[in-house]
Nanobody
Framework: QVQLVESGGGLVQAGGSLRLSCTAS????????MGWYRQAPGKQRELVAV???????NYADSVKGRFTISRDNAKNTVYLQMNSLKPEDTAVYYC???????????????WGQGTQVTVSS
């Protein structure tokens, strides 16, 4: 019912920047929070940043001051601006959205397919 598609990943040198985008589509009534998660090799998936429809953004300690999450509600799109990238930021980044779907009374979490971010030394 809802599809999330990420883009913007790639290979970048340490200290560089990338901007990830994620657009939600489908039978969307409303979207509450949108966020970014990542999963590095050998590690569990972790929350990177989240932005509610209204409210304060939240970031993992490891990315505070370097990453900025934003959203364009008219486009159902969330962005993650990643600056001062470090090799430890290398991971597959997944978009997440909490969505209320037409014809479904409860909100549900939806995930994108992931986009690879690789930061070289």
């Amino acid at each position: 019912q809802v599809q999330l598609v990420e883009s913007g990943g790639g290979l970048v040198q340490a200290g560089g920047s990338l901007r990830l985008s994620c657009t939600a589509s489908g039978s969307i009534f409303s979207i509450d929070a949108m966020g970014w998660y990542r999963q590095a090799p050998g590690k569990q998936r972790e929350l990177v940043a989240v932005i509610p429809s209204g409210g304060r953004t939240n970031y993992a300690d490891s990315v505070k001051g370097r990453f900025t999450i934003s959203r364009d509600n008219a486009k159902n799109t969330v962005y993650l601006q990643m600056n001062s990238l470090k090799p430890e930021d290398t991971a597959v980044y997944y978009c997440n959205a909490r969505v209320r779907v037409y014809g479904y009374s409860r909100e549900g979490d939806y995930w994108g397919q992931g986009t690879q971010v690789t930061v070289s030394s």
